[in-house]
């Protein structure tokens, strides 16, 4: 079946630094989208990535998808405080009858 | 439009007890699904509801099971509990399906004693 990794599980920061974490699938993708959910929260969509190599911006967080499409990444420019959480990315296969799979998800701590 | 909602939000229960959730999806979307969150495990696929038929399941023991209504509120029930099934239960719609942008209610912690 299908494995998908994210890297790294937890990551802490300085507030101010820059933060990325990357989601591995063994299968090519048809598309991945990101989560986020704040501590006590639930997750929350961000976005979702289609084409080979597409790159989509959220004021300060890039989303890359692969030219592959099996893998992906998420940068965070300049972390705030309000970027602590976890974020999960979720790979599709293709199919709507395939089962849905997130990542383990990256907690990023960030340090005031 | 009102966000995905769930209830009740905090439950507890012991060990062999049963315990229903419920989920009301967003108004208009027809896709309902489940996920267990615990600490170790992750976000994991319970299963997905369509226009009230069961499209996909999970890799959960049959003590799992939903249903979903002509309304597309949809439950799910846990029997014989067990300690393990201590845990967050996340319920998500989407207009059509799992594999589209989905809204997340904010869950129903169930604890296990």
């Known amino acids: 079946g299908q494995q998908v990794m994210q890297i790294p599980q937890y990551q802490h920061v300085q507030e101010g630094e820059d933060f990325t974490t990357y989601c591995n699938s063994s299968t090519t993708l048809s598309n991945i989208q990101w989560y986020k959910q704040r501590p006590g929260g639930h997750p929350v969509f961000l976005i979702q990535l289609v084409k080979s190599g597409e790159v989509k911006k959220q004021k300060r967080l890039t989303f890359q998808f692969g030219e592959a499409k099996k893998n992906s990444s998420l940068h965070i420019t300049a972390t705030q405080t309000t970027d602590v959480g976890t974020y999960f990315c979720?790979?599709?296969?293709?199919?709507?009858?395939?089962?849905?799979?997130f990542g383990p998800g990256t907690s990023l701590s960030v340090i005031p | 439009k009102a966000g995905v909602t769930q209830t009740p939000r905090y439950l507890i229960k012991t060990r062999g007890q049963q315990v229903t959730l419920s989920c009301s999806p967003i108004?208009?979307?027809?896709?309902v699904s489940w996920y267990q969150q615990t600490p170790g495990q992750g976000l994991q696929f319970l299963f997905e509801?369509?226009?009230?038929?069961?499209?996909n399941k999970g890799n959960f023991p049959g003590r799992f099971s939903g249903r979903q209504f002509s309304n597309s509120r949809s439950e799910m029930n846990v029997s014989t509990l067990e300690l393990g099934d201590s845990a967050l239960y996340l319920c998500?719609?989407?207009?059509?399906?799992?594999?589209?942008?989905?809204?997340f209610g904010p869950g129903t912690r169930l604890t296990v004693l």
């Open positions: 509801y369509f226009s009230e038929t069961q499209r």
């Open positions: 108004s208009g979307h027809r896709s």
């Open positions: 998500a719609s989407s207009p059509r399906d799992s594999h589209n942008e989905q809204f």
């Open positions: 979720a790979p599709k296969t293709g199919t709507s009858y395939d089962k849905v799979i």
